[in-house]
Structure formats: structure tokens, C-alpha cells
């Protein structure tokens, strides 16, 4: 577990794809328990760590995810992630050329709880949630694309499942048509930003993760970094 940003209020890491945020039907340890541990023996707390979920990234997902350390900065991270004053910049890695090096994407997602899946439409339908987000091509090389991800709302699977409507499945992700899984099981989307004003002292935060240690990875942001 790399923590890359702490204060009093808040803690964020940089979580693999091996890891969960919060407890499952797997019965893995999740990052939120595996804090409460550092926390305990880092400050050598006698009692309970409080160490609060304000958002969520699939398992296969790396990248930034921020906790809060306190009630109060709990509950106004809640508020500021569910209305959208978090800024969250996601890298991904397609195989396909997207249709423009640049553009914006609006569906209509439904969501099966049986699959664990969305399916994105042009249209509006019943049950569906509108889903938007904006995409840069940033990096290429001979076979992949690297898109930088500007999440506007924040749907189940919403980048998976509209970038593989768009034509573009993430490497690796199976789910959403890519043809092969990656070696570590994981999928080549990454959290790399959360940017927002701080919940307690309203201090500008930006957190960035470092990309996955990975050849392609390195390869393509080695001109960005």
C-alpha cells in the first residue's frame, strides 16, 4: 500500500489492481482496513482509527483513491464527490484509434446488478442514467492510444462502458469486448488525478498518482511525464 498524500483530515493512496476499496463477497482485506492498520501503528493509537470510504474505483482500476481521516471531512467529501466539485482525471489505454482525436461523449447507461455490467445507448430508455465524459488522445505508439478522461458524471463503469461503445475497449478489459486480459488481471484504466478544494481548511488539493510500473505504461507518458 503507497500512501502519496496525508493530513489531518485526509489520506489518499495509490491502490493497484489488485486491491479493493472497501469489503466484498471475496472476503479480501480492503484498503480502507489495511489504513486503519497503518494508521494505528504509524501514530501508535491505543483505540479505533476512523478511516471513512468517500468514493469507489472498480478493483481492476489503479490509481488515486482518497479517505477521510475524520467525521467531518467524511461527510463533506461525500457531498462534494455526489455533486461533482472533485475533479477526476482518468489515463486509459485502447487499441483502437477513437473516431476523433478529441471529443465528447453523452449515452444513457443501464445498469444489470446480475451481469455487474452497463450497456450504454444513444437514446434515453427507462431506468437509464445520462453519462458524460470528455477524452483527449495524449500519447500513441505503434499499436495503442493513451486517452487522458475527463469524468463529468460519475456512473458504474461509466468510462469501460462508453469507451467500448465508442469503439475503443480498455486493454485488458474483457468484460467490455477487449479480446485478452492483461498479466496482472488488472485493466489499463488509471486514476490519475483528484483535484478539489479542501473539505476542512479550503486549501486547493491536487493528488496524482504515478502510472502503474508497467512497460507500455512507461512507454507511452515517457514523452508527458
Known sequence: MKVIYEDNHIIAVHKTCREIVQGDKTGDIPLSEMLKTWLKEKY?????????????LDRPVSGVVVFAKTSKALSRLNEMFRVGNVKKTYWAIVKNCPPKEEGELVNWLVRNEKQNKSYAYDTERPNAKKAILHYKVIARSENYYLLEIDLKTGRHHQIRCQLAKMGCPIKGDLKYGFPRSNPDGGISLHSRSAEFIHPVSKDPICITAPVPDDSLWKALTVEIL
Open 44 to 56: 501508535n493509537k491505543p483505540g479505533n482509527v476512523f478511516v471513512g470510504v468517500t468514493h469507489r
